[in-house]
């Protein structure tokens, strides 16, 4: 009984886990440069400077303003997308994870230090990271998995090839 409801509960999960990732995939390449840029710029580094001196509730109430007002919409647009709305949801979970990885993410690592100060916040970390490794090693052996990275690399190479011609 465990194991079958184990089984059906991680097809769900797999699902999000590999969208999630296909997302940071595609959007990753493109974001990283452009936080990147934005984190040499003299006004980022204060703010990163000044959250990382922040106190460590400090730190999590303002990770958890805007979080609290992204994420939902990660949700809402999957919703559009089942719903098939495929415009409107499709620009929602766009426009919601390039919120997160530039607001929540760049909030997050000027004051990751601070937060893992906080006992309970350090454990919930640990175990999430320990839970997101577990999911994605099981999920780079299976079949789809490799169809997307496979996909992925493709649909790069053919940026590629585009760009330099």
Wanted: net charge positive; glycine share 6%; hydrophobic share 60%.
């Amino acid at each position: 009984m465990r194991e079958s409801l184990k089984r059906v509960l991680s097809v769900p999960f797999a699902a999000l886990i590999l969208i999630y990732d296909a997302i940071e995939a595609v959007f990753g390449p493109i974001v990283r440069p452009v936080t990147a840029a934005l984190g040499r710029l003299r006004l980022f580094q204060r703010m990163g400077q000044a959250i990382a001196a922040m106190p460590a509730y400090c730190v999590l109430a303002l990770l958890a303003v805007p979080f609290a007002a992204i994420e939902p919409f990660k949700f809402i647009s999957l919703y559009w997308l089942a719903e098939g709305q495929f415009v409107l949801g499709g620009v929602a979970l766009v426009t919601a994870h390039l919120s997160s990885l530039l607001i929540c993410e760049r909030i997050f690592h000027a004051g990751k230090a601070k937060l893992l100060t906080i006992g309970w916040f350090a454990r919930g970390y640990g175990i999430i990271a320990r839970l997101r490794d577990a999911a994605l090693a099981w999920l780079k052996t299976t079949a789809a998995w490799r169809a997307a990275t496979s996909a992925v690399s493709r649909a790069r190479s053919g940026v590629r090839a585009l760009l330099r011609a």
